[in-house]
């Protein structure tokens, strides 16, 4: 009997670091958003008051957990408000609605600078000559856990949720291509036989995006895309959820990967946008 009470002493033991975090978790989740924070996700996400209730429970319990597992450090003297905190996560957590997920499982820490920071970066020159080289970035996403995001870029994204451009969708978007192995472009889809019709119409619209870049066509994704595969990615994430019907209209094959992939449609929480001018008549000087 004794060895039995040690056997089981012993196994609590070793059990009791894998079960006390998922107690605390699921305690912390039964209880509701704190009324605070969820204020913020309401002046700082403006979808966030459109999309369905059972949407916007989905994304509040992932923001508690979120804000729970992930820590948050200031840079150069910034002190990370739960103003902050709420709006990076909120957003963050956008891209994981109506997906099986442990919220960013790999990723442990954010680290939030007050505006653009300095990153060091290796250039390669003529003759494959490696030069240490400066710079200045205003978001980085690291495979090692971690994701970088300047607070005033962060803010930009959060007031102008139309314009194509959210630093951290961006950022998150390249933790989720990660989860397949590595940044390319291609992330983890689940169904094996999905990849085939995913990379077909990611390297068309790449292609075409290298394309209208180089000639400096106008288009609907930032250039920016237009780098690699793994930036393209996280670019048609943020024209996805902040131009979708632009993106639709345009990219009709790569918003339906995206739809499939998401599972969401951004278009149900916002207004169509403005039709474009009409153009105006030409106008004739006629002589007598």
Same mark, same amino acid.
């Given at each position: 009997? $004794?060895?039995?009470?040690?056997?089981?002493?012993?196994?609590? +033991?070793?059990?009791?670091?894998? *079960?006390?975090?998922?107690?605390?978790? &699921?305690?912390?989740?039964?209880?509701? *958003?704190?009324?605070?924070?969820?204020?913020?996700? /309401?002046?700082?996400?403006?979808?966030?008051?459109?999309?369905?209730?059972?949407?916007?429970?989905?994304?509040? &319990?992932?923001?508690? /957990?979120?804000?729970?597992?992930?820590? %948050?450090?200031?840079?150069?003297?910034? $002190?990370?408000?739960?103003?902050?905190? !709420?709006?990076?996560?909120?957003?963050?957590?956008?891209?994981?609605?109506?997906?099986?997920?442990?919220?960013?499982?790999?990723?442990?820490?954010?680290? +939030?600078?007050?505006?653009?920071?300095?990153?060091?970066?290796?250039?390669?020159?003529?003759?494959?000559?490696?030069?240490?080289?400066?710079?200045?970035?205003?978001?980085? #996403?690291?495979?090692?856990?971690?994701?970088?995001?300047?607070?005033?870029?962060?803010?930009?994204?959060?007031?102008?949720?139309?314009?194509? @451009?959210? !630093? +951290?969708?961006?950022?998150?978007?390249?933790?989720?291509?990660? $989860?397949?192995?590595?940044?390319?472009?291609?992330?983890?889809?689940?169904?094996?036989? #999905?990849?085939?019709?995913?990379?077909?119409?990611? #390297? &068309? @619209?790449?292609?075409?995006?290298?394309?209208?870049?180089?000639? &400096?066509?106008?288009?609907?994704?930032?250039?920016?895309?237009?780098?690699?595969?793994?930036?393209? %990615?996280?670019?048609?994430?943020?024209? %996805?959820?902040?131009?979708?019907?632009?993106?639709?209209?345009?990219?009709?094959? *790569?918003?339906?990967? %995206? *739809?499939?992939?998401?599972? +969401?449609?951004?278009? /149900?929480?916002?207004?169509?946008?403005?039709?474009?001018?009409?153009? $105006?008549?030409? #106008?004739?000087?006629?002589?007598?």
């Amino acid at each position: 009997m $004794e060895a039995l009470i040690w056997i089981v002493l012993t196994a609590l +033991v070793i059990a009791l670091p894998f *079960l006390y975090p998922r107690w605390r978790l &699921r305690r912390l989740l039964a209880r509701p *958003l704190a009324p605070e924070a969820e204020a913020i996700l /309401q002046r700082n996400i403006p979808v966030y008051r459109r999309m369905p209730a059972e949407l916007q429970q989905q994304l509040r &319990r992932m923001v508690q /957990q979120f804000l729970h597992q992930k820590k %948050f450090v200031g840079c150069e003297g910034l $002190e990370v408000t739960d103003e902050m905190a !709420v709006t990076i996560a909120g957003q963050a957590c956008l891209l994981l609605l109506n997906r099986p997920s442990k919220v960013y499982p790999a990723l442990h820490t954010i680290l +939030v600078y007050p505006t653009e920071f300095v990153a060091q970066r290796a250039q390669v020159g003529p003759g494959g000559v490696i030069t240490p080289g400066r710079q200045s970035m205003l978001g980085e #996403s690291w495979d090692d856990g971690r994701v970088v995001l300047s607070w005033d870029n962060v803010r930009h994204g959060a007031a102008d949720w139309t314009d194509g @451009h959210n !630093v +951290v969708l961006h950022e998150f978007a390249h933790q989720l291509d990660s $989860e397949s192995g590595r940044a390319n472009g291609a992330p983890y889809l689940g169904d094996p036989a #999905s990849y085939r019709a995913w990379s077909e119409v990611l #390297s &068309r @619209h790449y292609e075409n995006l290298r394309m209208r870049a180089m000639y &400096r066509m106008e288009t609907v994704m930032d250039p920016y895309g237009a780098t690699n595969p793994a930036e393209f %990615f996280a670019v048609a994430t943020e024209t %996805f959820f902040e131009k979708p019907y632009q993106m639709a209209e345009h990219h009709a094959e *790569l918003y339906e990967e %995206f *739809l499939k992939y998401y599972r +969401v449609d951004p278009r /149900q929480w916002m207004s169509p946008p403005p039709p474009p001018p009409a153009p $105006e008549a030409p #106008s004739y000087a006629y002589g007598w």
